[in-house]
């Protein structure tokens, strides 16, 4: 009886077979999950903001990098923008009210964020 080369490893053909199998399974799992998952979203917000007689409130994001998915006062009103950005660039979101008792911004990327009369 001669010996194959292939299980001098002292397993059986069929284990090994089953072992690389899981592994490649296991690998293209985790390929897909690292394929599937959105990119993490960063969030900055504040309290609240009174602005004078005629004037409203506007959230601001200003980024550099990425692609900006949404930009959001929330509770009020929603700008939309896509694009890589290479140099900064402000989005503003105007409210239509004098005062807001909190913001937020959800963005891909910004370096910066706030809240102001205009």
Known sequence: MSRNPRESTGKPAGLRRFATAAAVVGAAAVLSVAMASPAQAEEAGGGSVTCGPGQSVAVYS??????????????????????????????????TFNSISRWSVVADAFDRAGARCL
Do not use: I, M
Not at 68 to 87: F, N, Q
């Open 62 to 95: 200003t980024g550099t990098v990425g692609d900006w998915s949404h930009l959001v006062a929330r509770g009020y009103d929603t700008v939309r923008r896509s694009g890589a950005t290479t140099s900064p660039t402000t989005v503003y979101t105007r409210t």
